[in-house]
């Protein structure tokens, strides 16, 4: 299985602030997605094969990386972004998922 | 619009089984492999396995091989995710979510909790 390993597990930020989120795969990759998730919904679903932003996904967000390294950044962090973000690699099965990393007000 | 409503919560004790459901709607149902995702309290996501509505075709990581089972009904656009020999730590929300144009998953259910306890 490919482990996939999110830094930091949580961070406190104010509203304005850029942000950015680490996840390192334990083998080369070539798909990894990442998700929000806030406290009683389900995950959505933000960008996909690393830097494509899903349609109607503000663009505040984006993705890069390849191989191992992949960042999800928000430019300038909105009151609705505190939540709980996860990576996740589709390369090859199982589909294994980040710990997450939880995004709190400061 | 794409939705995927998933059936109401579960009790079992141990040693039981449960079969969740979630009903596909809103696109063309043989068309998206369907996923199931679980988390357990306050924990992260786990992918539990999936599988293709057209064939039936199903994939399951090593460790739900022997418990877990899903199947589909293409007439009423559902499928089912049986689990069985229920454990405490089976405790959780189980979601099931659809499979986009690429490897992601574009759209979730609201998720099932599923609580196993004596």
């Known amino acids: 299985d490919i482990q996939m390993t999110q830094s930091p597990s949580s961070l406190s930020a104010s509203v304005g602030d850029r942000v950015t989120i680490t996840c390192r795969a334990g083998?080369?990759?070539?798909?990894l997605n990442w998700y929000q998730q806030k406290p009683g919904q389900a995950p959505k679903l933000l960008i996909y094969?690393?830097?494509n932003l899903l349609s109607g996904v503000p663009s505040r967000f984006s993705g890069s990386g390849s191989g191992t390294d992949f960042t999800l950044t928000i430019s300038s962090l909105q009151p609705e972004d505190f939540a709980t973000y996860y990576c996740?690699?589709?390369?090859?099965?199982?589909?294994?998922f980040g710990q997450g990393t939880k995004v709190e007000i400061k | 619009q794409v939705q995927l409503v998933q059936s109401g919560a579960e009790v079992k004790e141990p040693g039981a089984s449960v079969k969740l459901s979630c009903k596909a709607s809103?696109?063309?149902?043989?068309?998206?492999?369907i996923h199931w995702v679980r988390q357990a309290p306050g924990q992260g996501l786990e992918w539990m396995g999936r599988?293709?509505?057209?064939?039936?075709?199903?994939n399951y990581p090593q460790k739900f091989q022997g418990r877990l089972t899903m199947t589909r009904d293409t007439s009423t656009t559902t499928v089912y995710m049986e689990l069985s020999n229920l454990r405490s730590e089976d405790t959780a929300v189980y979601f099931c979510?659809?499979?986009?144009?690429?490897?992601?998953?574009?759209?979730w259910g609201q998720g099932t909790l599923l609580t196993v306890s004596s």
């Open positions: 979510a659809k499979r986009g144009s690429g490897s992601y998953l574009d759209h």
């Open positions: 809103g696109y063309t149902f043989t068309t998206y492999y």
């Open positions: 599988i293709n509505p057209s064939g039936g075709y199903t």
């Open positions: 083998q080369s990759i070539s798909y």
């Open positions: 094969a690393a830097s």
């Open positions: 996740q690699q589709s390369y090859s099965t199982p589909w294994t």
